[in-house]
T-cell receptor, first 115, second 114 residues
């Protein structure tokens, strides 16, 4: 079956611009996660959705970052007034449920470059 | 605080040799542990996970890992390396009292020498 998909695969933008990154989870998965991976680092948690609501957004670095999942499926990560430090790989994952033991299935990521 | 430490950011082994990738965790509550592999330009793929059942966990592609509470470790092993095993490997911990986010190590890049 289809896995987690993310679009675009690459995004280059200029400092100060607004960007949207899209994640399409595995069908039927209720939990959706966003992570950010900087070069040479492991993924770092940003936000987690259970259904339509953000159950935990403690990883969002500041109020320039926002994410939505209006219908409980596709999610969009939105970054306002981008900064060069926002450049990273943004990963999305989904899981069937939201328990500690539930496997998270990752998409290929969106590489964001802020010039 | 909880964290994951992967000793050795780069590991090189000869084809056919034992693969050992180290992972230690720090947690005040029972952890659940995962190993993921990341091939170039691909997403993270689950290799195996420990969820408090058997301490020796077998995964895909011949990999296995053993949970050792006394050593707070979850090292990944494979008896005989293949060229196709060259990739980035990440250890991650999920905590029983948070339930959601994974905490990842910084990764180990495995090179297999023919």
């Amino acid at each position: 079956g289809a896995g987690v998909s993310q679009t675009p695969s690459n995004k280059v933008t200029e400092k100060g611009k607004y960007v949207e990154l899209r994640c399409d989870p595995i069908s039927g998965h209720t939990a959706l996660y966003w992570y950010r991976q900087s070069l040479g680092q492991g993924p770092e948690f940003l936000i987690y959705f259970q259904g339509t609501g953000a159950a935990d957004d403690s990883g969002l670095p500041n109020d320039r970052f926002f994410a939505v999942r209006p219908e409980g499926s596709v999610s969009t990560l939105k970054i306002q007034r981008t900064e060069r430090g926002d450049s990273a790989m943004y990963l999305c994952a989904s899981s069937l449920a939201s328990g500690s033991t539930d496997t998270q299935y990752f998409g290929p990521g969106t590489r964001l470059t802020v010039l | 605080a909880q964290s994951v430490t992967q000793l050795g950011s780069h590991v090189s082994v000869s084809e056919g040799a034992l693969v050992l990738l180290r992972c230690n965790y720090s947690s005040s509550v029972p952890p659940y542990l995962f190993w993921y592999v990341q091939y170039p330009n691909q997403g993270l793929q689950l290799l195996l996970k420990y969820t408090s059942a058997a301490t020796l966990v077998k995964g895909i592609n011949g990999f296995e890992a053993e949970f050792k509470k006394s050593e707070t470790s979850f090292h990944l092993t494979k008896p005989s390396a293949h060229m196709s095993d060259a990739a980035e490997y990440f250890c991650a911990v999920s905590l029983s009292n948070t339930g959601n986010q994974f905490y990842f190590g910084t990764g180990t890049s495995l090179t297999v020498i023919p």
